[in-house]
């Protein structure tokens, strides 16, 4: 697997000082603000009482308000902040990408899960990234033979055109602005490019936008202009869909592809679909939790995490006492047994959702689990439930006062997704391919074990673990929740919602505290720095944990209806900034 070891290495430094404050609710001025420049502006925490907005950037953010301050709705908002983000954080996301959204309506009072996620080109198959036998992560990772058929353009104007109300062009001048304007290199988005540079250095696009003339990275503070992402995105604004999957944008994307031996198509692009999919739905002390089904594995396993533990009462225990960690875990480990056995497209492959998150099977799972010691991978295997069957990514929250909310994740995969552009367009391009199982018990870019049912195939979708998820209480939403940070997605949106709901924290203490994180294989218990207390350490470590104090690198964007008050929380580890009025 590879490691992203400088920006690990960032997040620890960052983590440390968040983690040494984040039992109390604060303001996160003192946090991983190194960039002084951004220090002034910056507020991971907001509350106001007409809307709240919490994302991973301020110029996203700041996008989505004025989408607000134009009399436009929570949807304008969105699709405003999701052009943007993919502006400035064109290390996470972008239009080279795709992504999920959950949106609850007031009005009909539905939940929507609309999925845009990148697909497999028409050319893909099975064993495309075998050599001599075995997965090439180079091939599924890096350059034009990594990138599926990018979803963004086209889920976010579907939506736009069906719940939005100002002009799409009124809702993508920021980002256009912004990608002609610029921003200043922050210290994530450098750290990102430098662990990238070798892939950056070998695609003359992306090392003409991202290096500077001697092919190094620039250093934080110096300003970013992507012109021809600015050109693409105006065509966009201007023709809609058309302006990315037809014409000059289409046609560089796809003579890039021939030339450099990848898979895309004109046909791929121009019969992309966005799917509009039915939430997961479960319960959690009283609320409804709704979120991403599949080909997302997220909502399934938050579902299934929150039902594991809701009997046991956590909060008698303590928020970080080893038995609330050994008990979360042990959820952890179950959930990524049986993603790696049973998830993957709907489309494609039969996923016993409705087993998967039944309450009786969830009981039997529990079931398994002693106190009085931790489980080995090998003793931890996927359930069975069919009995119960009848049958390096963004997030960004919001609500409004109306009693609408939105959740969505989006993303090109891996930092600088495959590190190509599209030349002439700006586009940095996905790595997504890189998410399905290139080989049957393989692990992918975040170390999950791919099954069957993940294996690639023509249009097919690649397992995500993506979460967006909203609570719902008396018909009203209570929480918006979601983050990036691949397998690690689930853990941490999971952990948010618990410690919101049964540790009863505040919203921030909820994003900031410490997190854990346990997918099965490897069999290991992450645990954020400095780790928990010496004596809940030891706890964990006689129980039999491999325990690893390493950070849990995802960062939850939140927002939350408190009365008649609307929360948010853009995480503190991060550079994000919620913004309310
Ligand atoms: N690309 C990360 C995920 O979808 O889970």
């Not at 980002?175 to 990102?192: K, M, N, P, Q, V």
């Not at 049973?342 to 409705?354: A, C, I, Q, S, T």
């Not at 009981?363 to 080995?376: F, L």
Request: proline share 5%; net charge positive; charged share 25%.
């Amino acid at each position: 697997m590879k490691k992203y070891s400088a920006l690990m290495l960032t997040m620890v430094l960052a983590l440390a000082l968040v983690v040494s404050s984040c039992q109390t609710t604060s303001n996160s001025s003192a946090v991983i603000k190194t960039d002084e420049e951004r220090k002034d502006f910056q507020s991971a925490e907001a509350m106001g009482t007409e809307f709240v907005i919490s994302t991973q950037g301020r110029a996203s953010s700041k996008a989505a308000e004025e989408m607000f301050a134009q009399g436009g709705n929570i949807i304008d908002a969105t699709v405003a902040a999701s052009f943007a983000v993919g502006v400035e954080r064109p290390q996470s996301t972008g239009i080279g990408g795709g992504g999920f959204l959950l949106y609850h309506e007031a009005k009909t009072g539905k939940t929507y899960a609309i999925d845009f996620r990148e697909r497999a080109p028409l050319r893909a198959s099975k064993d495309m990234y075998l050599v001599n036998g075995k997965a090439d992560e180079n091939l599924s990772q890096n350059g034009a033979t990594a990138v599926a058929v990018p979803g963004m353009v086209a889920g976010l104007i579907e939506i736009q055109k069906r719940f939005g109300s100002l002009p799409l062009k009124t809702v993508m001048a920021p980002s256009i602005r912004l990608a002609e304007e610029g921003f200043a290199i922050y210290e994530d988005f450098h750290a990102a490019m430098v662990d990238r540079v070798a892939e950056l250095r070998k695609d003359p696009s992306a090392r003409k936008i991202f290096l500077d003339a001697k092919g190094q990275v620039p250093p934080v503070g110096t300003v970013l202009v992507q012109k021809d992402l600015a050109k693409t995105l105006r065509k966009i604004s201007e023709q809609g869909r058309d302006g990315f999957y037809k014409g000059s944008v289409a046609k560089s994307i796809i003579d890039y592809s021939k030339k450099k031996k990848g898979y895309i198509s004109e046909k791929d692009l121009q019969s992309y679909e966005v799917k509009w999919r039915e939430p997961v739905r479960g319960t959690f002390h009283g609320y409804e939790v709704f979120s991403m089904p599949p080909p997302s594995s997220g909502g399934v396993h938050v579902v299934q995490f929150l039902n594991f533990l809701e009997k046991d009462s956590l909060s008698k225990y303590g928020m970080h006492s080893t038995e609330a960690i050994h008990l979360a875990a042990s959820a952890l480990q179950a959930s990524f047994a049986d993603r790696a056995k049973y998830l993957g497209d709907p489309d494609f492959v039969e996923v016993p959702v409705k087993g998967l998150i039944s309450p009786k099977y969830i009981e039997a799972r529990r079931a398994e689990v002693k106190m009085d010691h931790a489980r080995k991978a090998k003793e931890v295997q996927a359930g069975n439930p069919l009995p119960y069957e009848s049958n390096q990514t963004t997030h960004i929250s919001v609500m409004d006062n109306r009693g609408n909310a939105v959740s969505t994740t989006q993303t090109i995969n891996g930092w600088m997704g495959a590190s190509v552009v599209a030349p002439g367009t700006g586009i940095v391009l996905n790595n997504e391919m890189d998410d399905f199982s290139a080989q049957e018990g393989a692990s992918n870019l975040f170390g999950a074990i791919g099954g069957k049912p993940n294996a690639i195939a023509p249009k097919k979708t690649p397992l995500s673990s993506m979460s967006p998820t909203i609570l719902i209480k008396d018909k009203l939403p209570r929480m918006a929740v979601g983050a990036p940070g691949g397998t690690k997605i689930i853990s941490c949106v999971a952990q948010t919602i618990l410690n919101y709901v049964e540790f009863k924290t505040s919203l921030y203490d909820a994003v900031a505290a410490v997190r854990y994180h346990h997918q099965w294989q490897p069999d290991v218990l992450y645990i954020d720095p400095p780790g928990p207390r010496p004596e809940v350490l030891q706890g964990l470590k006689d129980l039999g944990y491999e325990v690893k104090i390493e950070s849990v690198p995802c960062h939850v964007m939140a927002v939350a209806r408190e009365g008649d008050k609307l929360r948010g929380v853009a995480d503190p580890r991060d550079i994000g900034i919620s913004l309310a009025k």
